[in-house]
């Protein structure tokens, strides 16, 4: 069951006892009739757990592959259903152990998404997330990887829009540059085909008002824009947090403070603090810029860590 057919099951429980409540007892036939109705809906949503809903992703297309409220091209639908698909599975892996810089995404079965059927409006798609059938392989339980993916490719794709080369460094370093480039894929399919976009999910909505402004996003996440290098930097660990894992990183040449990230892959972040803590150190970072934004840092191994 989705999280749509909860509210409106459980809003009309509210509702049949609300109007029982109104009807005298002596009243039979009414009664009965809401009675009945009422014990059915029940019956329907019993047992369900609500950290097992399935939520709604829904795309309304327009341009040239859309004719009006009456559908679209069927190319067209397949290419954007396997292009959103594939930057969803992308952005969800990012979030596992098994994520790689290449090869296979993992836990791609898991994270496909069901088309459950047609938008209303400008015509459109509506995408269902998969049960979460182990919330123990999550790592936050009352959200899936792939609500936590859709979230993250709206969030991104805002920030594409209305953003700084600054914030939106940030946010591919979050997401990962390989799982961005799957969301750039997507826009180039329906950039392609002379269309553009609208998105809701649990609620919030994300506009495209052109294809011109698809191919500038689009843009913005391409290859040709996300840039990643390595650099090895002599300096000092002032203090890392193990929990938000991040840290503070005193550079030797300038005395320029660089709060970075650490990989989640670290085994031991707690190191930084109990063994480098103001010692000289080189240290080999992964940067990660879009654009002309600062660069983001990013420490992925304590091998990556030399005492001087």
């Known amino acids: ?35 009945s109705r009422l014990r059915k809906v029940r019956k329907e949503i019993e047992g369900v757990r609500k950290d097992r809903l399935t939520h709604r992703a829904k795309l309304y297309f327009r341009g040239k592959p859309v004719f009006g409220s009456h559908g679209m091209s069927a190319d067209f639908a397949a290419k954007a259903t396997n292009a959103f698909n594939d930057a969803v599975v992308a952005v969800a892996a990012a979030f596992l152990d098994g994520f790689k810089e290449t090869g296979p995404f993992p836990e791609k079965r898991r994270n496909n998404l069901v088309l459950t059927g047609t938008a209303v409006g400008s015509f459109g798609l509506v995408f269902e997330t998969p ?21 993250q490719i709206q969030n991104l794709l805002q920030k594409s829009i209305e953003g700084s080369d600054d914030e939106l460094t940030n ?4 997401i ?18 002379d269309a553009w ?9 994300l506009r495209f008002d052109s294809v011109e402004q698809i191919k500038v996003v689009s843009e913005r996440l391409g290859s040709d824009n996300i840039f990643e290098t390595e650099e090895t930097i002599r300096g000092e660990f002032q ?62 191994s304590a091998e990556d860590i030399a005492s001087i």
Do not use: C, W
């Not at 099951?9 to 049949?16: M, N, P």
């Not at 946010?171 to 979050?174: I, S, Y």
């Open 239 to 300: 203090g890392a947090r193990v929990v938000s894992l991040d840290f503070d990183f005193k550079r030797s040449d300038n005395d320029e403070i660089i709060k970075g990230k650490i990989g989640k892959h670290f085994s031991n972040p707690g190191i930084l603090n109990s063994e480098y803590f103001s010692k000289p150190v080189t240290a080999k970072f992964h940067l990660v810029r879009v654009g002309t934004g600062r660069p983001s840092y990013r420490l992925e």
């Open 131 to 151: 049960e979460n059938d182990d919330p123990q392989l999550d790592l936050f339980p009352e959200q899936t990887s792939t609500e936590r993916a859709i979230e």
């Open 197 to 205: 976009f609208a998105m809701e999910f649990k609620d919030k909505p």
């Open 176 to 193: 990962h540059p390989r799982a961005a480039k799957k969301v750039a894929a997507f826009l180039s399919v329906i950039a392609g085909q």
């Open 171 to 174: 946010l591919v370093d979050e």
């Open 1 to 35: 069951m989705n999280t749509d057919e909860y509210a409106f099951l459980s809003s009309e429980i509210t509702e049949l006892e609300s109007l029982l409540a109104e009807i005298p007892p002596e009243d039979v036939i009414d009664r009965k009739s809401l009675e």
